[in-house]
């Protein structure tokens, strides 16, 4: 393991991507902490707007979606190193038959790996302490929730890595896969929100990103963290069979049953709804009362949503009302036609559309507000029921204005302190593998 550890730390380029994530991710936040301020400086005068101040949103999640970046894009190149060398060079062979199984080495691997992409990790970690000591808002169970989404992407995105080059022959191969791979995500969560890409939207729930999106919520959601859980498997049990020295056909038969099953379990996972609120004051849920009336209600609850993927209004609704209300109701079914009539006549779409239709049992009921109130006062009204107590801890907001001096440390820090220290630590521990 020493020797690993030894590979992936001593290599040059696993701190110059360090560095470069580094760059990427402080920029990020000092974009967020520019445009947080400048918030702030205005909802000082208005207890309305302050309520709206959200570090998490308005921070953390910005700048965690820069280390997401970095991973896809930066994360493969340390990833494959470790195992693309050994075959470069041709000493992956006589490293098993020392070793005695080529399943250790594999393992060995993608966990040094993974420790050195943890190196990623660092600068938000800093970054956030800063901010705290600068007097800025950082809860720490929201934030210990969205910085595991990161580190279930940094265990995939290694696990693909090792994939990557226990299937082909060199480095650059490896890595070309991997970011690959990334770009594919990527590529569907464009489908997400234009109609111009529907034919993408099937693909959505193959999409890594829409994994993680709870997490950067405060959320915890079962089916996510079971989907990145079987994913990762699935990549490391790739890397296991491709690394093995076993005949070409049996790889690709191994290969093949392991894909097969991983996208069964997926879109089981993917089907898992029940998720845990640990955002500040529970604020992604609903009240408290509406939650438990929600779930006295036998009927079967379904939401129909008359508005195009492009809407503005249903990217409102659907982040929002319908957010919490599968929170409360992880059975409750959302239908949206218009995804799946993407040629329907104009005049007709004209005299549906914007329409919001409730149905609890056999009765309906039907809006065009995306009000997340009015849309509970639907569902409790149809099953014959009041409102329950809509009161809930009102969320303080946390304002924060970060200027002059306070703003200078965190740029040196960002901008500097980061990107070069890392720089200076790769430099120090090449150099003294080159001296010795």
């Not at 006589?94 to 990790?121: D, Y």
């Not at 997490?215 to 996510?224: E, N, P």
């Not at 409730?358 to 809006?367: A, I, L, M, W």
Request: aromatic share 8%; charged share 20%; glycine share 8%.
């Amino acid at each position: 393991m020493l020797r690993e550890l030894a590979i992936v730390f001593r290599a040059r380029v696993t701190w110059l991507v360090a560095a470069i994530s580094a760059l990427l991710v402080g920029h990020g936040f000092i974009l967020a902490i520019d445009l947080y301020s400048a918030s702030s400086r205005s909802a000082l005068s208005s207890l309305l707007q302050t309520r709206e101040m959200d570090p998490l949103a308005g921070v953390l999640r910005p700048t965690l979606g820069g280390v997401d970046f970095a991973l896809s894009l930066l994360g493969p190149i340390i990833a494959a190193r470790s195992l693309a060398v050994e075959k470069e060079r041709r000493t992956y062979g006589a490293l098993c038959l020392a070793v005695g199984s080529s399943t250790r080495v594999v393992m060995e691997k993608t966990f040094a790996s993974g420790l050195a992409g943890a190196v990623l990790l660092l600068p938000p970690l800093l970054l956030f302490a800063s901010f705290r000591l600068l007097g800025g808002h950082v809860d720490a169970f929201e934030t210990l929730v969205a910085l595991g989404g990161v580190m279930f992407h940094l265990a995939l995105v290694t696990a693909v890595g090792v994939a990557a080059a226990a299937w082909t022959r060199t480095f650059a191969q490896a890595v070309t896969l991997g970011i690959v791979a990334s770009i594919t995500s990527w590529a569907i969560d464009a489908a997400e929100g234009f109609a111009a890409l529907a034919w993408l939207g099937s693909a959505s729930a193959w999409s890594v990103e829409q994994r993680l999106l709870p997490f950067q919520r405060g959320i915890i959601a079962l089916g996510c963290v079971l989907w990145l859980v079987v994913a990762t498997a699935a990549a490391v049990g790739l890397a296991v069979v491709g690394a093995s020295f076993v005949k070409p056909k049996q790889k690709v038969i191994a290969g093949t049953a392991i894909a097969v099953v991983a996208i069964a379990l997926l879109s089981v996972a993917r089907n898992v709804r029940r998720g845990f609120d640990w955002s500040e004051e529970r604020r992604m849920s609903l009240p408290p009362a509406a939650v438990l009336g929600l779930r006295t209600i036998a009927a079967p609850i379904i939401i129909d949503v008359l508005l195009d993927r492009d809407d503005s209004r249903r990217r409102q609704v659907e982040s929002d009302a319908l957010a919490k209300l599968v929170l409360a109701r992880p059975d409750l079914t959302i239908r949206t036609p218009f995804d799946d009539t993407p040629d329907v006549a104009e005049a007709e779409r004209g005299a549906q559309y914007g329409r919001i239709v409730v149905h609890v049992g056999d009765v309906s009921r039907e809006t065009r507000s995306t009000s997340r109130r009015e849309l509970v006062s639907l569902v409790f009204e149809a099953a014959g029921k009041p409102l329950p107590d809509w009161r809930q801890a009102a969320y303080p907001g946390f304002p924060t204005v970060i200027g002059g001096a306070p703003r200078r440390v965190l740029g040196l820090l960002a901008y500097v302190a980061l990107p070069f220290g890392f720089a200076l630590v790769g430099f120090t521990l090449t150099r003294r593998r080159t001296t010795r």
